[in-house]
């Protein structure tokens, strides 16, 4: 009996420590399953390449990925010339940001031209525009007024838009912004 | 093993559970009354292994807002209960006046059993608190609404302060105030 008690007792101090590791998993497992469950946005495959199926058609892209700044990243084709980009902004401070965007490809035979315009729906006194090769072509300056652009794209070129934004003040909370983009 | 060890073991199961839950239930209910479109990856990213993705951000923001609420709930209904039922049962042992109200509002059930300890509190209000800071998280990331996050905080916070409440009344017990006590 005494040899029993003893064994119940090593027995119960060795299952001491696993039973500690159970307990914290009890905790841990929530918060990941529960991370892992956290929905995301992200466009299907097949909406994403956008005229990908039509071999001389002007191909508009996201590049998506991950921003610390520009999140929930969305584009969508409303007829063949008319294009919707939006992007939630979230809270910064006083600095620049960039982040490439969109990928456009020309795959017909002439010159295209495209026309942006865009806005923030609050006005947070940020510099908005958007940068091809080191050019900025502003949207939306310090007063919220906004500015049309026209980006001219080559036969078989390949351009990446980037979306840039200057802050000369932090900025405590996030903003949607909305593009349009035209081709004509 | 110890008891308490076996205790708490048991007692985390049910708010583990209810959490992972809470936030299923919370995804799964928008998405099928509003037939929204959504699918499923499974790239590794960080912690995350599998993605439930929305092709429209406000869906997301909506549908995460909803699954943050659902979980909080999950768990803010049972901590809140146990925090009242334990304060009620320790207050109508030094309070009279307690118990008639309680008679009154027909809840003499809630206090003619003691099954709820404090490290039922204690553990409940722990996983209320990990489900705020979640809620909060999300909200300063733009993916769940600001309204969520503010009554997470203060849910969160009302929490702690009934679990510091009951342990002050159960070491009242050991301690009592009363000098005479000593």
Redesign the interface.
């Known amino acids: 009996m005494g040899k029993k008690e003893e064994f119940k007792k090593t027995f119960?101090q060795i299952?001491?420590p696993f039973?500690?590791g159970?307990?914290a998993l009890?905790?841990i497992?929530?918060?990941?399953?529960?991370?892992?469950?956290?929905?995301?946005?992200?466009?299907?495959k097949k909406?994403d390449v956008l005229g990908v199926t039509t071999q001389d058609e002007l191909v508009i892209r996201l590049v998506a990925g991950q921003h610390e700044i520009f999140?929930?990243?969305?584009l969508t084709k409303i007829d063949e010339t008319e294009y919707s980009y939006?992007?939630?902004i979230?809270?910064r401070g006083a600095d620049s940001y960039s982040k490439p965007i969109l990928e456009i490809q020309n795959n017909t035979e002439e010159k295209k031209v495209l026309t942006f315009w865009g806005q923030t729906l609050s006005n947070t006194r940020s510099k908005i525009y958007l940068q091809e090769k080191e050019i900025p072509y502003l949207l939306q300056d310090n007063t919220g007024e906004t500015y049309e652009q026209k980006i001219s794209i080559l036969p078989s070129e390949k351009l990446i838009i980037f979306l840039a934004l200057e802050n000369l003040s932090g900025v405590q909370f996030?903003e949607l912004f909305d593009m349009t983009i035209t081709i004509e | 093993m110890s008891k308490l060890l076996k205790k708490a073991l048991k007692i985390s199961l049910a708010p583990a559970i209810l959490m992972i839950a809470g936030k299923a239930i919370g995804i799964i209910l928008p998405t099928v009354i509003y037939d929204l479109e959504f699918f499923i990856e499974n790239d590794i990213e960080g912690f995350t292994s599998i993605q439930i993705v929305f092709t429209d951000s406000n869906v997301t923001l909506f549908v995460n807002s909803i699954s943050n609420l659902t979980m909080l709930l999950f768990l803010a209904v049972p901590t809140f209960y146990f925090i009242i039922k334990t304060s009620l049962y320790q207050t109508t042992l030094q309070n009279p006046r307690t118990l008639v109200k309680v008679t009154r509002f027909n809840l003499l059930k809630w206090i003619t059993r003691k099954d709820v300890t404090f490290l039922h509190i204690f553990i409940w209000t722990t996983f209320l608190t990990i489900a705020s800071i979640i809620a909060i998280t999300h909200t300063l990331q733009g993916q769940t609404y600001t309204w969520i996050g503010v009554g997470a905080g203060v849910t969160s916070l009302l929490s702690v302060w009934g679990t510091i409440k009951t342990f002050e009344l159960e070491t009242d017990k050991i301690y009592p105030k009363e000098n005479s006590y000593y």
């Open positions: 119960s299952l001491e039973a500690l159970l307990l009890f905790f497992l929530p918060i990941v399953t529960v991370m892992n469950l956290t929905p995301i946005t992200r466009q299907i909406i999140s929930g990243e969305n939006s992007a939630r979230g809270k996030s």
